[in-house]
C-alpha cells in the first residue's frame, strides 16, 4: 500500500506542476507534453488542518456577539486561562463598571470548544445555553436598591467558554445608586477572586459594608464544583450558608437588636471570625 502524505497549505501552489516536455515517442503520441502530479509533505511542515481536523485559520472563538467594550476584552483575554481565576479575573468589577456608567442589560458569551467552533449556529446556540444554565462554576450578584429597582449579575464557566449576563429586574437606576454599585464592584471582585482561588475562600467582607443609604439588599449565589454558596445582607440581617464536599455551614446574624449584638463594628468583626473559621476548616 502506498501511503500519500497530507497536503500542506504551502504546497498546494506546487501540488499541480507540469512535466518537463519530452522527445520520447509516447509523449509525442499524446501531443509532446504530458503533467506530473506531485503529491507530498511541504518542507515548510505547516499544516493544512489542526490535530482537531478544523482548517488552522478557522479555529476562532465563538462569541454570542461582536462588542467592541471592556467586558468582552477582558473575556477575549481570559478564555484561555487554564484555571478558574484566570477565566473569571476582573470581571465582576466590569459588570458592576458597566451598570456605573449608565448600561442596563448586558449579555456575552465566548465558546472555546472544537464542538463549538465546528458545529452550526444551531449546535453553538445549545452549547451557550448549556454554558448559562448549567456551567460548572457559576457566580451571581442581585442587589437591590433603596429606591425598588433589583439588577442581577451572573459570571458562569467551565474549561470550554464564559457566559456574563446583566439584568435590570425592575425598577430605574438613580445616578446615585449606579455609584453605589460601582463603589461595590471592588467588593464583588474580591469575593469572586476568593470563590476562585486554591483553596477556595469566602471574601465577603467588602459585601457586608455596602452603602445601606442607597442600596437595601445584596446577595450572593456560587457554586463552585460541587460547593454551594449563598450570602444575604440587609439592613437588619446577614446570613450565609454554604454546602458541599468543603463543609457545611449556616451563620444568621439579627441586625435589629443592637443592645445584645453589640456595635455594628463588632458584629461584622464577629462575621468576619465566622469566615475565616470556615477558611481555615477547608480543605486545600
Known amino acids: 500500500m502506498t501511503t500519500i502524505a497530507p497536503l500542506s497549505a504551502s504546497s498546494l501552489s506546487a501540488a499541480y ?25 511541504s ?22 456577539s461582536k462588542q467592541a467594550d471592556a467586558i468582552s476584552s477582558l473575556m477575549a483575554g481570559a478564555a484561555g486561562a487554564g484555571d478558574l481565576a484566570g477565566r473569571l479575573q476582573g470581571l465582576g468589577r466590569a459588570l458592576l463598571d458597566h451598570v456605573s456608567e449608565g448600561g ?10 472544537d464542538q463549538a467552533m465546528q458545529g452550526d449556529a444551531g449546535v453553538q446556540g445549545v452549547l451557550r445555553d448549556q454554558l448559562q444554565r448549567f456551567a ?17 449579575f451572573s459570571l458562569s464557566t467551565n474549561s470550554d467558554g464564559i457566559a456574563v449576563n446583566i439584568d435590570l429586574e425592575q425598577g430605574t437606576l438613580t445616578d446615585v445608586d449606579r455609584e453605589s454599585l460601582r463603589k ?14 486554591q483553596p477556595p475562600k469566602l471574601a465577603l ?7 445601606t443609604q442607597a442600596l437595601a439588599a445584596v446577595d450572593l449565589k456560587a457554586r463552585i464544583g460541587d460547593q454551594n454558596v449563598a450570602f444575604h445582607a440587609d439592613a437588619q440581617q446577614r446570613t450565609l450558608s454554604t454546602t458541599g464536599p468543603s463543609g ?4 444568621e446574624v439579627d441586625l435589629k437588636n443592637t443592645a445584645i449584638l453589640g456595635s455594628g463594628d463588632q458584629r461584622q468583626r464577629a462575621i468576619a471570625s465566622y469566615l475565616q473559621q470556615f477558611d481555615a476548616a477547608t480543605p486545600a
Open 17 to 41: 506542476q507540469p512535466a518537463a516536455r519530452s522527445s520520447a515517442a509516447g509523449s509525442a503520441a499524446v501531443g509532446g507534453q504530458s503533467d506530473t502530479v506531485v503529491l507530498g509533505a
Open 43 to 64: 518542507s515548510a511542515g505547516v499544516s493544512l488542518y489542526s490535530p482537531s481536523g478544523l482548517l488552522a485559520n478557522a479555529r476562532q472563538p465563538v462569541w454570542q
Open 104 to 113: 442596563n442589560g448586558y449579555a456575552q458569551s465566548v465558546l472555546t470548544s
Open 136 to 152: 460548572t462554576d457559576s457566580i451571581g450578584l442581585s442587589v437591590t436598591t433603596v429606591g425598588g429597582a433589583k439588577v442581577n
Open 184 to 197: 461595590l464592584g471592588d467588593a464583588f471582585q474580591a469575593a469572586i477572586d476568593g470563590l476562585a482561588g
Open 205 to 211: 467582607d467588602g459585601l457586608m459594608k455596602f452603602d
Open 248 to 251: 457545611n455551614m449556616k451563620v
